[in-house]
């Protein structure tokens, strides 16, 4: 059975409500046979991201970054799931042994989430991982049409493994 690994940083109201619309997506009645994983950042391991098919990832934009939690994530896991860089320091993502699986990304922030959704889909870009839906970029207060595109974007990671 394909696995989806949903591995977040919620410390907030908002953050967590899209996780669970995202959680809620995956989980959708009308997709059968995905083994849905849901992880915090602090706690998913390099097993975890090598058990699974697919992932989705979600963080707060701090300071225009990613959440430390999650840039813990990449830090912890990077070289044992095939993470590389050529001898210029560029990504090599032919060594990464999750190349080529979808991903999803949600990032909520209160000001801006460039940055944040920037340095998680250059990580991403150096493991081989190909987005396979649309970011999920919320600003601000968490509106109904935001829960949807965050539910959404779990189903559709479901569905396409």
Known sequence: MPGLLIVHH???TSLQQLTDAVV??????????????VRSAL???AGDVLAADGYVLGSSANFGYMSGALKHFFDSTFLEIGGALDPAGGADSSASATAKRPLGVYVHGRYDTTGAIRSILAITGALGWTQS??????LGEVKPEDLEAAFNLGATLAAVL
């Open 10 to 12: 919620s410390p907030t």
């Open 133 to 138: 839906a649309a970011t999920v970029d919320v």
């Open 43 to 45: 706690e998913a391991t």
């Open 24 to 37: 809620a997506g995956a989980h959708d009645e009308q997709i059968a046979g995905v083994d849905v994983m």
